[in-house]
Nanobody, 119 residues
Framework: QVQLVESGGGLVQAGGSLTLSCVAS????????MAWFRQVPGKQREWVTT???????DYAASVKGRFTISRDDFKNTLYLQMTSLKPEDTAVYYC?????????????WGQGTQVSVSS
């Protein structure tokens, strides 16, 4: 069973920065995609950004230009650099990975890390 463990969340003032990390229990080069999602209590989980094995990235409009997703295949770690943080970025952030096993897609989620941005 693949495990994803996030860290790096915390409390920061508006305009500040944080970097989240997600360490995988297996080689992240095995995954067909990795991503970050976030969720506010009472709302649906929201997609934030994706990175593909070739390095292609995509971002939600709300974070484009402020957040950067990256990966270190040697450390089996996914990162999310967040800058110019806003109070509306406050959420639990989840790491996500997808792999194919016997032609089936299998999804993995981390336990989440809280990011709180004060105004």
């Amino acid at each position: 069973q693949v495990q994803l463990v996030e860290s790096g969340g915390g409390l920061v003032q508006a305009g500040g920065s944080l970097t989240l990390s997600c360490v995988a229990s297996e080689r992240i080069s095995n995954f067909v995609s990795m991503a970050w999602f976030r969720q506010v209590p009472g709302k649906q989980r929201e997609w934030v950004t994706t990175i593909l094995p070739g390095g292609r990235t995509d971002y939600a409009a709300s974070v484009k230009g402020r957040f950067t997703i990256s990966r270190d295949d040697f450390k089996n770690t996914l990162y999310l650099q967040m800058t110019s943080l806003k109070p509306e970025d406050t959420a639990v952030y989840y790491c996500y990975a997808q792999e194919t096993v016997a032609s089936r897609f299998i999804d993995y989620w981390g336990q989440g890390t809280q990011v709180s941005v004060s105004s």
